[in-house]
Antibody, heavy 123, light 109 residues
Framework: EVQLVESGGGLVQPGRSLRLSCAASGFTFDDYAMHWVRQAPGKGLEWVSGISWNSGSIGYADSVKGRFTISRDNAKNSLYLQMNSLRAEDTALYYC????????????????WGQGTLVTVSS | QSVLTQPPSVSGAPGQRVTISCTGSSSNIGAGYDVHWYQQLPGTAPKLLIYGNSNRPSGVPDRFSGSKSGTSASLAITGLQAEDEADYYCQSYDSSLRVFGGGTKLTVL
């Protein structure tokens, strides 16, 4: 059974940093691309970032480019999101999601999701 | 403003058929990129419902179906059940970005 468990969320002041983690199990982690998708309170879904199986291809939404860094450790079956210079508008539930293939190419969708970790940016 | 446009809400009585539209443009759906659909039940994570325009993952009832034409796509739900009450999102690909619709809240009357 595929399991994705996010952690690392919390309350953080604007301008500070936070690192999210996603522990994966139930599938061969290094065979698949992985993504972060967020959902602001009461709002819709927004793709944040994705990374290919070998970290050779990485993509970011314009809203986080230059501030967020995605990475993965295949030996630890883990996905990460380093979030710097956080803003109030980054407040959201952050989901870890699995891609359907190894690469970061279209067609691209999210076939399994974690339960999310909440990030609140507020002074 | 979402790249893909969905109606904010739809409703239907049990047993009825409802459709949810997803309108894009020539840079996403119209460019030939596939459309995927997700169901988000209240208080839970999204779940893949339809991938590649019309394919159902294992375990998704055949009451759910998807189609695509031109710059738009649709999700159809037949034999509506109370448990189908949820938010539904379409998703595609545009300029190296994965883009979502704004979501549609389905109410079962």
């Amino acid at each position: 059974e595929v399991q994705l468990v996010e952690s690392g969320g919390g309350l953080v002041q604007p301008g500070r940093s936070l690192r999210l983690s996603c522990a994966a199990s139930g599938f061969t982690f290094d065979d698949y691309a992985m993504h972060w998708v967020r959902q602001a309170p009461g709002k819709g879904l927004e793709w944040v970032s994705g990374i290919s199986w070998n970290s050779g291809s990485i993509g970011y939404a314009d809203s986080v480019k230059g501030r967020f860094t995605i990475s993965r450790d295949n030996a630890k079956n883990s996905l990460y999101l380093q979030m710097n210079s956080l803003r109030a508008e980054d407040t959201a539930l952050y989901y870890c999601a699995k891609g359907p293939s190894a690469g970061l190419v279209a067609p691209d969708y999210f076939d399994y999701w974690g339960q999310g970790t909440l990030v609140t940016v507020s002074s | 403003q979402s790249v893909l446009t969905q109606p904010p809400s739809v409703s239907g009585a049990p047993g009825q058929r409802v459709t949810i539209s997803c309108t894009g443009s020539s840079s996403n759906i119209g460019a030939g990129y596939d459309v995927h659909w997700y169901q988000q039940l209240p208080g839970t994570a999204p779940k893949l419902l339809i991938y590649g325009n019309s394919n159902r993952p294992s375990g998704v009832p055949d009451r759910f179906s998807g189609s695509k034409s031109g710059t738009s796509a649709s999700l159809a739900i037949t034999g509506l059940q109370a448990e189908d009450e949820a938010d539904y999102y379409c998703q595609s690909y545009d300029s190296s970005l994965r883009v979502f619709g704004g979501g549609t809240k389905l109410t079962v009357l």
